[in-house]
């Protein structure tokens, strides 16, 4: 069955540092990989996506996620997070063959300290 | 350009009673997909419509039914409530099913006591 673990539920870093928040999908096909960003009360806003190519993929706000296939993983990286940077981020999976549903993870809070 | 636009933001109810949720898509989406987004979980897909017909299903019982309007724009019911119905209820759009992204409304709040 296709899934998505975010290990993490809970981050906190300070002002400057980098992030990394990890994401691990299960699923037999090719996958389509996307990060969401949710801020209390709001909807989810899409940060980038994966659909094919360069593995590597740039997003908004300054975010990076890169996927490999060899450990089922697609991580979201920002080399320096801004206060406004604190949400609830959601790694999903597109599932059937033309991403009609997307599968997401639990999510991990990030919060951030001056 | 309005995005996905969602009505009401927040609603009460209560136990055994019905409700509906409405959803306009971006300008020039023409599918909609719904989820439900519990307390503290990731958003759980729900259904998907497009041409007017239920085209996916999520593991959500039938008390949870959907329309789409020609204009489409969409509405989500939900008979019988229960205090597990509640949730925050996403409304998502894109253009078609040739594997474009979904945008997200901002949300329904419902509360069932």
């Known amino acids: 069955a296709q899934s998505v673990t975010q290990p993490d539920i809970h981050i906190t870093v300070s002002e400057g540092a980098s992030l990394e928040l990890r994401c691990n999908y299960s699923y037999g096909a090719t996958p389509y990989l996307f990060w969401y960003v949710q801020s209390p009360g709001q909807g989810l806003q899409l940060l980038l996506k994966?659909?094919?190519?360069?593995?590597l993929v740039q997003g908004i706000k300054g975010f990076e996620a890169e996927f490999k296939r060899s450990q089922s993983s697609f991580n979201l990286r920002k080399p320096s997070v801004h206060w406004s940077d604190a949400a609830e981020y959601f790694c999903?999976?597109?599932?059937?063959?033309?991403?009609?549903?997307?599968?997401f993870g639990t999510g991990t809070r990030l919060q951030v300290f001056p | 350009d309005a995005g996905v636009t969602q009505s009401p933001t927040h609603l009460i109810k209560t136990r055994g009673q019905q409700v509906t949720l409405r959803c306009s898509p971006k300008?020039?989406?023409?599918?909609v997909s719904w989820y439900q987004q519990a307390l503290g979980q990731g958003p759980q897909f729900i259904f998907q419509?497009?041409?007017?017909?239920?085209?996916q299903r999520g593991n959500f019982p039938d008390r949870f039914s959907g329309h789409q309007f020609p204009n489409y724009s969409s509405e989500l019911n939900v008979n019988a409530l229960l205090l597990g119905d509640s949730a925050l209820y996403l409304c998502?759009?894109?253009?078609?099913?040739?594997?474009?992204?979904?945008?997200f409304g901002p949300g329904t709040r419902l509360l069932v006591l």
């Open positions: 300008s020039g989406h023409d599918t």
């Open positions: 999903a999976v597109g599932v059937g063959y033309n991403t009609d549903k997307l599968i």
């Open positions: 998502a759009s894109s253009p078609g099913l040739a594997g474009e992204t979904q945008y």
């Open positions: 419509y497009y041409e007017e017909e239920e085209r």
């Open positions: 994966y659909f094919s190519g360069d593995t």
